[in-house]
């Protein structure tokens, strides 16, 4: 019997210090140069200088002539969005950028919050950081910093920033909050250098919230902002104070998850599946795979040689429209493929895709943005934040159109203390931009319940 329980008090011990081991990891990082050439002697220039998007008779009279130089090309009959971008429908949106789209408008729109850019690590970083008109008395601004992903921008948070600052329920909180463009993303300077992934934004996005004077703030991510706020918690998880995701493949795959895919469609309850979990992950394995290939290929062109595919778009800008444009619409809904329109104005309007288009062409960044696959695959996927859990305050929002369904279990194995799941109601990949209203009141819900936490302890 002594034998026995010291057996079982050593085997406890042992699992207690490996638990203990694993919370105190943290992930280590070394501050870089991006800028071009040497860095410049006399220490960073830590200002924060107004910005603002501009445009031009020049600029405006370059795009044109451009579209009006495409070679169209028919699609096959009865293809609809099976084979990429229907050249038909394309040509309706083409039209409308050219005759009927007002750039200048949305530049004013684009203006209607504050912009800024700041120099961090050589590097000149945009970012938009709205701030409360009004915060009821005896309360304060909570902090959030929001990252977008390719082929999105800042601007895909636009319906969802006065949701978040001026919200309507008095009982909700209110928020103080920063959206940046990653370097090579819109407005943010390319770097120049080889090696900037999601772990070096992560370092930069902590380094600008500490310039504007937060210490502790929330952060908020889908497609690759959920990997650069996740590696920000990872980085410094006393500063994170709860991180909000709706993007979280797995990362790394465990005996869990591979018993939950072997026995999930027999023993649902055992792993806590539910009927969406086990439609969107068992129709069979073929499926699974064959969708995923169809859904791919972009990410294996810009994971090995962005720049060949990159500079053709990045003189195109139709071509550039098409390869942007596609995925709001498969990756909105998979149906959408069916449609001979793609179904693009189900969700979205014409003018809010094209903005985002012509954030990428007026900038030029379609290339520098494709880089940052390569810059994250290219070293392999055995990184070292891929194996470090996340103990920071997590909620996921999960939308049941999402590329890459994730069950609550999955979720759990990254993120140990994941605070609130929601199955969301609708909508697909592009989320804060879809559904911004959804995704309010996913974030009110979660920061609430993670600050009456943190009262109580």
Same mark, same amino acid.
């Given at each position: ?107 004013? %729109? ?268 290219? %070293? ?27 069950? %609550? ?45 943190? %009262?109580?302890?």
């Amino acid at each position: 019997m002594f034998t026995e329980v010291l057996v079982a008090l050593l085997i406890g011990g042992l699992i207690f210090l490996l638990v203990q081991r694993s919370r105190n990891q943290v992930l280590k990082t070394e501050d870089g140069w991006w800028g071009a050439g040497a860095p410049s002697v006399g220490g960073e220039d830590i200002s924060i200088n107004p910005f603002k998007v501009t445009t031009s008779d020049e600029e405006l009279e370059d795009l044109y002539r451009r579209i009006d130089q495409t070679r169209p090309i028919a699609s096959l009959e009865d293809s609809q969005f099976h084979y990429g971008f229907n050249s038909h429908c394309l040509q309706k949106v083409v039209s409308y950028w050219r005759r009927d789209f007002d750039w200048r408008k949305q530049v004013d %729109k684009l203006n209607q919050f504050p912009n800024f850019k700041t120099n961090i690590e050589g590097l000149d970083v945009h970012f938009v950081h709205v701030k409360p008109k009004k915060v009821p008395e005896g309360t304060s601004a909570v902090p959030l910093l929001m990252v977008h992903g390719w082929p999105g921008s800042f601007y895909e948070f636009y319906g969802l920033i006065p949701l978040l600052t001026e919200p309507a329920d008095p009982g909700d909180l209110v928020f103080e909050v920063v959206c940046p463009s990653i370097p090579g993303y819109g407005f943010s300077e390319a770097p120049h250098k080889k090696g900037f992934d999601s772990v070096c934004a992560a370092r930069i996005f902590h380094k600008l919230m500490r310039r504007l004077g937060f210490q502790q703030f929330y952060a908020h991510g889908g497609d690759w902002g959920w990997l650069v706020t996740t590696n920000m918690a990872q980085l410094e998880p006393k500063t994170v104070q709860g991180l909000h995701v709706n993007f979280a493949p797995p990362s790394k795959p465990g005996l869990s998850m591979a018993l939950s895919i072997m026995l999930g469609p027999s023993l649902p309850k055992l792993f806590g599946f539910t009927d969406l979990d086990i439609q969107r992950l068992y129709p069979c394995m073929e499926k699974l795979v064959v969708e995923s290939i169809k859904e791919s290929g972009y990410m294996h062109i810009q994971a090995t040689k962005p720049d060949t595919a990159g500079r053709g778009l990045n003189d195109s800008p139709v071509g550039l429209a098409a390869y942007i444009l596609e995925k709001f619409s498969t990756w909105t809904s998979r149906d959408f493929r069916d449609l001979e329109d793609g179904g693009l104005t189900r969700k979205f309007s014409l003018d809010d895709l094209l903005t985002n288009v012509m954030i990428y062409w007026t900038s030029g960044c379609i290339v520098s943005s494709m880089r940052f696959y390569k810059e994250n695959f290219g %070293k392999g996927l055995n990184q070292p934040h891929s194996k470090i859990p996340v103990y920071v305050p997590t909620g996921f929002a999960c939308f049941p159109n999402e590329l890459f369904h994730t069950p %609550k279990l999955w979720v759990k194995q990254k993120y140990r203390k994941l605070i609130t799941f929601t199955p969301m109601a609708r909508g697909g990949h592009f989320a804060a931009m879809e559904e911004p209203q959804l995704m309010a009141e996913d974030i009110q819900n979660f920061t609430k319940t993670v600050e009456k936490r943190t %009262k109580k302890e």
